[in-house]
């Protein structure tokens, strides 16, 4: 049986299954990610909350709840720490998403330290020159999904064919996916794996509060908003009233850090952005992330199989 979906990621991660939990701020910790990489993907750690104080305590968890591999991201506009490549080569850990920025700057540093680093783009452009920087692999992230996001990029189905053409190296598709269609189509599209962001943020096991997950079930495709699109870094978020008052705004500030916090364990969706993506319109029950990985697989599996009598 293992692995049941053979990829060069399922390779390259030592993983049963090409999904992967996205980086999330104060959400992509221990809870969730060794949730995920028991279940047979990859679990992934964030730093962009900025708090390495506390992401050292959770790669620590991660070790006791999980025997499986896990990764980290760097997310470079949040970075505050210039020894980020450090932190997590002292930790041991083994694979590396870099995002939110210049491809050129960590890679040469995180592949001496003997790690597999993927570089998370918006657009061609970006895919080439990281490539040309030497990662391993890209994650393909298109407009469609949640958080930040290129004020003018592409949706997933326009970009991943366009990179998948032009490099050799293996891609994760990210911005849509939530089950087994979406995966299936990313594979064909050039995928060999594939990110879930706002369908781990509805998860069982998301650390976020049950009304963040609520919304997301009750939201339609059209319920998302990009907000600071003429004014980077831009963003998208669910429609509420605080995030509807804040596109008329010129610019959108993430407020304190308190209120981020009442919104995401307070439940106060009015106190700050809940980031998510479009596919909200497509997720409409709070399932644990066993049942989503392996619903996943099975209904990717079929739908590949079903596309296969076609041709
Ligand atoms: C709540 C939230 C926080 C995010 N934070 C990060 C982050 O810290 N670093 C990063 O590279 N991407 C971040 N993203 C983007 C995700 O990694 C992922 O690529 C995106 O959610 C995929 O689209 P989807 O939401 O349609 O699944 C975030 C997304 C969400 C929904």
Same mark, same amino acid.
């Given at each position: 049986?293992?692995?049941?979906?053979?990829?060069?990621?399922?390779?390259? +991660?030592?993983?049963?299954?090409?999904? &992967?939990?996205?980086?999330? /701020?104060?959400?992509?910790?221990?809870? +969730?990610?060794?949730?995920?990489?028991?279940?047979?993907?990859?679990?992934?750690?964030?730093?962009?909350?900025?708090? +390495?104080?506390? &992401?050292?305590?959770?790669?620590?968890?991660?070790?006791?709840?999980?025997?499986?591999?896990?990764?980290?991201?760097?997310?470079?506009?949040?970075?505050?720490?210039?020894?980020?490549? =450090?932190?997590?080569?002292?930790?041991?850990?083994?694979?590396?998403?870099?995002?939110?920025?210049?491809?050129?700057?960590?890679?040469?540093?995180?592949? @001496?330290?003997?790690?597999?680093?993927?570089?998370?783009?918006?657009? +061609?452009? /970006?895919? $080439?020159?990281?490539?040309?920087?030497?990662?391993?692999?890209?994650?393909? =992230?298109?407009? =469609?999904?949640?958080?930040?996001?290129?004020?003018? /990029?592409?949706?997933?189905?326009?970009?991943?064919?366009?990179?998948?053409?032009?490099? @050799?190296?293996?891609?994760?598709?990210?911005? /849509?996916?939530? #089950?087994?269609?979406?995966?299936?189509?990313?594979?064909?599209?050039?995928?060999?794996? &594939?990110?879930?962001?706002?369908?781990?943020?509805?998860?069982?096991?998301?650390?976020?509060?049950?009304?963040?997950?609520?919304?997301?079930?009750?939201?339609?495709?059209? @319920?998302?908003?990009?907000?600071?699109?003429?004014?980077?870094?831009?963003?998208?978020?669910?429609?509420?009233?605080?995030?509807?008052?804040?596109?008329?705004?010129?610019?959108? &500030?993430?407020?304190?850090?308190?209120?981020?916090?009442?919104?995401?364990?307070?439940?106060?969706?009015?106190?700050?952005?809940?980031?998510?993506?479009?596919?909200?319109?497509?997720?409409?029950?709070?399932?644990?992330?066993?049942?989503?990985?392996?619903?996943?697989? #099975?209904?990717?599996?079929?739908? $590949?199989? @079903?596309?296969?009598?076609?041709?």
């Amino acid at each position: 049986m293992f692995p049941r979906m053979r990829t060069r990621i399922t390779e390259l +991660l030592g993983i049963e299954y090409p999904i &992967v939990q996205a980086p999330m /701020g104060y959400i992509a910790r221990a809870q +969730l990610a060794s949730a995920v990489s028991n279940a047979g993907g990859l679990g992934i750690i964030e730093t962009s909350s900025g708090r +390495l104080d506390e &992401v050292r305590g959770e790669i620590a968890k991660m070790r006791e709840l999980t025997d499986k591999p896990f990764g980290v991201n760097i997310a470079q506009l949040f970075v505050r720490d210039p020894g980020i490549v =450090e932190f997590v080569a002292e930790h041991g850990v083994t694979f590396v998403t870099t995002s939110a920025g210049d491809p050129t700057k960590f890679t040469g540093a995180l592949k @001496d330290a003997g790690i597999t680093v993927f570089h998370v783009v918006p657009s +061609l452009r /970006g895919a $080439l020159k990281a490539v040309g920087a030497g990662v391993d692999g890209l994650v393909v =992230e298109g407009n =469609e999904g949640g958080g930040f996001k290129a004020p003018t /990029g592409a949706s997933t189905m326009v970009l991943l064919p366009l990179i998948a053409e032009r490099v @050799d190296v293996p891609i994760i598709a990210a911005g /849509g996916i939530c #089950d087994g269609r979406s995966m299936a189509a990313a594979m064909v599209l050039g995928a060999e794996g &594939v990110q879930m962001g706002t369908r781990m943020v509805s998860a069982a096991e998301s650390p976020v509060h049950d009304n963040w997950k609520q919304l997301i079930c009750n939201s339609s495709e059209g @319920d998302t908003l990009l907000l600071n699109r003429n004014s980077p870094p831009a963003f998208r978020v669910l429609r509420t009233e605080f995030s509807t008052s804040a596109e008329q705004e010129d610019r959108a &500030v993430i407020p304190s850090l308190q209120a981020v916090h009442d919104l995401y364990f307070g439940g106060n969706m009015e106190a700050s952005f809940a980031f998510s993506g479009q596919v909200a319109g497509r997720i409409n029950a709070i399932k644990p992330v066993a049942d989503i990985l392996r619903e996943t697989v #099975d209904e990717c599996e079929r739908a $590949l199989r @079903d596309a296969a009598k076609l041709a």
